[in-house]
């Protein structure tokens, strides 16, 4: 029985062996052939084309961006390396320019109110909350948009007026929409902790960074004013709902559940978002 185990076992090494023997033997008779056409090609041939690769004009050029950071020379460079850093702020800062300082804050606050008081978790979605609150501002703030266009940007881009002159011209409009809609209590607050000796006599004496926090504030308060009226209604709803549930002995039914129809369908009924957005531009002074 051994002997015939080990003769198995040679006769596989052997067919291993003479196996690894064919495949060398084929490897180097391909390594001996050549390619047909191979000994046509030269050295010089492969030099005229890449001479002619190079000479070939590239069909889309792509622009070579190179950045360097050099010491400034004079006055002038370092000044426009500032006002690039400055503009540079200003775009990452877009965003929260545009919700603090324009009807953005409140007219979000309320339609999240709206979406509270109806019940619905998620409906209508964030996106859509925020893309029609984005709209209303839009909407909203059109009167004071076209006063920057005329009195800043068209100046500035036919070369009237320069850079400083353009921002006191757009920074004007978007100050007196904060003090149409700043409330007085908030703004002496915050002159009062920003700490001058003398109190100022005029609007233009106030300055900006006292009155943007005062106008957020008083945007704040607001929101949450209209907020509490359009959730008594619905809050009545739940109220009445739950008594019943009370009274019929259903106490472990959400009243949640049962008066989320009736909440949409009085909404619906009343044309409700047609009233909510109505009294969201007519609080800015839009139509009446």
């Known amino acids: 029985m051994f002997q015939k185990k080990q003769n198995r076992t040679f006769s596989h090494v052997r067919f291993i062996l003479l196996a690894f023997a064919v495949f060398f033997a084929f490897q180097q008779v391909a390594a001996q ?56 702020t200003i775009l990452s800062l877009a965003p929260s320019i545009l919700m603090m300082l324009t009807s953005f804050t409140r007219t979000l606050i309320v339609l999240g109110f709206v979406r509270k008081a109806l019940g619905t978790q998620q ?46 011209n757009a920074i004007d ?58 959730y008594l209604p619905f809050l009545v709803i739940d109220m009445v709902v739950s008594s019943i549930l009370m009274s019929m002995g259903m106490m472990m039914l959400p009243p949640a559940m049962i008066s989320m129809p009736f909440k949409i369908l009085l909404f619906v009924l009343v044309d409700g978002w047609n009233l909510v957005i109505k009294s969201i531009v007519i609080s800015f002074g839009g139509f009446s």
């Open 33 to 88: 052939q050549t390619l047909p056409g191979r000994s046509a090609i030269t050295t010089e041939d492969d030099a005229r084309v890449s001479s002619i690769q190079r000479e070939a004009p590239t069909p889309f050029p792509i622009p070579s961006i190179s950045l360097q950071i050099d010491p400034a020379q004079n006055r002038t460079q370092l000044g426009t390396g500032l006002q690039i850093l400055i503009v540079l």
């Open 123 to 168: 409906e209508p979605s964030n996106q859509i909350v925020i893309g029609l609150a984005l709209f209303i501002t839009f909407f909203t703030m059109s009167p004071v948009i076209g006063q920057i266009y005329n009195k800043s940007v068209k100046p500035y881009t036919e070369n009237q007026i320069d850079h400083v002159e353009a921002y006191n």
């Open 173 to 230: 409009p978007i100050r007196e929409f904060m003090f149409k809609h700043a409330r007085g209590s908030d703004l002496e607050m915050f002159i009062a902790m920003e700490g001058n000796a003398s109190r100022p006599r005029s609007k233009s004496e106030i300055s900006t960074l006292s009155l943007i926090p005062a106008f957020i504030t008083s945007e704040l308060r607001t929101a949450f004013q209209m907020g509490v009226i359009i």
